[in-house]
Structures are given as structure tokens and as C-alpha cells.
């Protein structure tokens, strides 16, 4: 992990919800480029991804900094959150992590081991690879509505990891052999269980 004196914080970890190459966006939302890095609860890099979320929030509130950051702990829409509070069968892999959700409206620099820009397409990071990424945090009011935002700045593909989320797709050990007799051209058949 890398720090520097204006803030920026690069973080190592596993890549989840990938959208780097088209911004996407929720209903009424503005699409926005985003990843989500799992990082695990024993790493080392927990205390200091704390300490940048305290610096940003006691610079934007410093009168209120101890009860804003209390109430970002538990707001939903938090940057940084525990992954045991997901339900674990549609998020096995969020286990034991704690969760750091990265957005940009611009589309960030993305490159690979040598540093070198890599677009989209067959090489590009997927949800279960390792990567780092720069982040900025930044703080955010509306009204009564506070929140701090990790500033998605840039992201390097570090490894291959297994694949997350997803269905199964069928393979061709799924399906078996029809057999039809010769001259015959009916191919709606009867349909059976599986």
C-alpha cells in the first residue's frame, strides 16, 4: 500500500462488481464508473484505509468529525463496508472482507502489470482479480445527508484470480445425444424433466 500527502491511497485487493469501461447507473442515479475491492479483515491495510476515511472526514467536518464518522459506520451507502453484513449466500465471497466501493464520473486510468494502458476486451480486470487502486476519500453534503465517497482515480491488474459471481452455464456434458430414426422429421420430440 501506498500513501501520499494529498490524500491519495493506493489499496491492494480482489476485484468485485467491475464497471471501468462503461459507467453504469441505478434508476435515477448518475452512471458512474465503480469497482468494489474485497480486502481481507486481518489486513494491514484496514487501519490505514481507516485513517484516511478519519483525515477526510475531520477535514471536511472537524467540529463533528467523532459523530459523523460514528453514523458512517452504520450509513448503507458508506464507501467502506463489513462484508459479513451481506446475506451470505448471494455474497459467499464477501465473507471475512471488508468491502471498499470505488466510483468515478470520469472513467479512470486502467493498466496492467508493466503500468502500460489496458483497454477493454479479453485482458481486461474482471470481478475475482487482484488488483490496486488509487482512491481519493471525499467528503459529501446535502441538506442533512452526509456521506464520504471513495474517488475511484486509477486501477492496475496485479493478478488472476478465480472468477466471482455469475450463473452456471450449461457445458456439453449437460446435455446428451439425440437420436432420431432415419426419414423421420418431427424434432419437437416430447419434453421431459431434467
Same mark, same amino acid.
Given at each position: 500500500?501506498?500513501?501520499?500527502?494529498?490524500?491519495?491511497?493506493?489499496?491492494?485487493?480482489?476485484?468485485? #462488481?467491475?464497471?471501468?469501461?462503461?459507467?453504469?447507473?441505478? $434508476?435515477? %442515479?448518475?452512471?458512474? #464508473?465503480?469497482?468494489?475491492?474485497?480486502?481481507?479483515?486481518?489486513?494491514? /491495510?484496514?487501519?490505514?484505509?481507516?485513517?484516511?476515511?478519519?483525515?477526510?472526514?475531520? =477535514? /471536511?467536518?472537524? =467540529?463533528? *468529525?467523532?459523530?459523523?464518522?460514528?453514523?458512517?459506520?452504520?450509513?448503507?451507502?458508506?464507501?467502506? %463496508?463489513?462484508?459479513?453484513?451481506?446475506?451470505?449466500?448471494? #455474497?459467499?465471497?464477501?465473507?471475512?472482507?471488508?468491502? $471498499?466501493?470505488?466510483?468515478?464520473?470520469?472513467?479512470?486510468?486502467?493498466?496492467? /502489470?508493466?503500468?502500460?494502458?489496458?483497454?477493454?476486451?479479453?485482458? *481486461?480486470? #474482471?470481478?475475482?482479480?487482484?488488483?490496486?487502486?488509487?482512491?481519493?476519500?471525499?467528503?459529501? /453534503?446535502?441538506?442533512?445527508?452526509?456521506?464520504?465517497?471513495?474517488?475511484?482515480?486509477?486501477? %492496475?491488474?496485479? *493478478?488472476?484470480?478465480?472468477?466471482?459471481?455469475?450463473?452456471?452455464?450449461?457445458?456439453?456434458?449437460?446435455?446428451?445425444?439425440?437420436?432420431?430414426?432415419?426419414?423421420?422429421?418431427?424434432?419437437?420430440?416430447?419434453?421431459?424433466?431434467?
Amino acid at each position: 500500500m501506498t500513501n501520499d500527502t494529498n490524500g491519495v491511497l493506493r489499496v491492494q485487493g480482489r476485484l468485485s #462488481y467491475p464497471s471501468l469501461y462503461k459507467p453504469t447507473g441505478y $434508476l435515477a %442515479q448518475t452512471p458512474r #464508473y465503480s469497482a468494489t475491492i474485497l480486502i481481507p479483515k486481518d489486513d494491514a /491495510q484496514i487501519n490505514t484505509i481507516w485513517e484516511y476515511i478519519k483525515a477526510a472526514v475531520e =477535514k /471536511q467536518w472537524p =467540529k463533528e *468529525a467523532k459523530r459523523i464518522l460514528e453514523n458512517l459506520r452504520r450509513e448503507k451507502g458508506f464507501a467502506f %463496508q463489513d462484508g459479513d453484513l451481506k446475506d451470505p449466500t448471494r #455474497y459467499p465471497e464477501y465473507q471475512g472482507m471488508m468491502a $471498499l466501493k470505488c466510483i468515478n464520473r470520469t472513467q479512470p486510468r486502467i493498466v496492467d /502489470q508493466n503500468a502500460d494502458p489496458l483497454p477493454d476486451g479479453p485482458e *481486461a480486470p #474482471y470481478a475475482g482479480c487482484y488488483v490496486r487502486v488509487n482512491v481519493m476519500f471525499n467528503g459529501f /453534503q446535502k441538506d442533512n445527508n452526509i456521506n464520504l465517497f471513495a474517488n475511484l482515480m486509477g486501477l %492496475q491488474f496485479v *493478478a488472476d484470480g478465480p472468477r466471482l459471481g455469475g450463473t452456471k452455464v450449461s457445458g456439453p456434458e449437460d446435455f446428451e445425444k439425440i437420436e432420431q430414426p432415419k426419414g423421420e422429421g418431427d424434432t419437437h420430440g416430447e419434453f421431459e424433466e431434467i
